[in-house]
T-cell receptor, first 117, second 112 residues
Framework: GDSVTQMEGPVTLSEEAFLTINCTYT??????LFWYVQYPGEGLQLLLK?????DKGSNKGFEATYRKETTSFHLEKGSVQVSDSAVYFC????????????????FGQGTILTVHP | DAEITQSPRHKITETGRQVTLACHQT?????MFWYRQDLGHGLRLIHY???????NKGEVSDGYSVSRSNTEDLPLTLESAASSQTSVYFC???????????FGSGTRLTVV
């Protein structure tokens, strides 16, 4: 079945440091890939997404490129801020997973990011 | 504005009791999902529905049930609550054929 694997966490950085959170996936079809963010005490918000190979999703200074050859979707940010402290989830939705829709989201285990001033 | 709401936000219940968590969306989405969030496991799918009268089991469905009698609601029932079901529960919805998902704010359930 479909699966998503994120790098082991938590990650602790100083403000303005470079961030990379690794994400790899397995899927039977051609999934859409997502990064979701969860701020303390809140629900999940879509951070960015990519729907086909070589697409780059970007938002709020974060970027991730859909790499089909390495089945990866790593999240990067050049200069993190304290306000970026949150839990980050990589996820996929496989349109061939069943039903007449894009089917269900499959999540990685999440990476806790803490940014210190 | 359209929204997806979960209730209650927090719930404490005793082992063996039946508990129902509510999820209501006004997006008119066909697809609705229930996930539980646990440290080290991310979000895992419990049940999902692609429309009225349609329900499907996810990867961690044991001990849970859902019913879909209308488009707006997908209540999640714990038949006999167990301590292993202490978790944060999220409801989500999406439009058929779309990869855009909307999440509720979550329900924190504690089983004592």
């Amino acid at each position: 079945g479909d699966s998503v694997t994120q790098m082991e966490g938590p990650v602790t950085l100083s403000e303005e440091a470079f961030l990379t959170i690794n994400c790899t996936y397995t899927a039977t079809g051609y999934p859409s890939l997502f990064w979701y963010v969860q701020y303390p005490g809140e629900g999940l918000q879509l951070l960015l997404k990519a729907t086909k190979a070589d697409d780059k999703g970007s938002n709020k200074g974060f970027e991730a490129t859909y790499r089909k050859e390495t089945t990866s979707f790593h999240l990067e940010k050049g200069s993190v801020q304290v306000s970026d402290s949150a839990v980050y989830f990589c996820a996929l939705s496989d349109p061939y997973a069943g039903g007449t829709s894009y089917g269900k989201l499959t999540f990685g285990q999440g990476t806790i990011l803490t940014v210190h001033p | 504005d359209a929204e997806i709401t979960q209730s209650p936000r927090h719930k404490i219940t005793e082992t063996g009791r039946q508990v129902t968590l509510a999820c209501h969306q006004t997006w008119n989405h066909n697809n609705m999902f229930w996930y539980r969030q646990d440290l080290g496991h991310g979000l895992r799918l419990i049940h999902y529905s692609y429309g009225v009268q349609d329900t499907n089991k996810g990867e961690v469905s044991d001990g849970y049930s859902v019913s879909r009698s209308n488009t707006e609601d997908l209540p999640l029932t714990l038949e006999s609550a167990a301590s292993s079901q202490t978790s944060v529960y999220f409801c989500a919805s999406s439009e058929a054929g779309s990869d855009g998902y909307t999440f509720g704010s979550g329900t924190r359930l504690t089983v004592v």
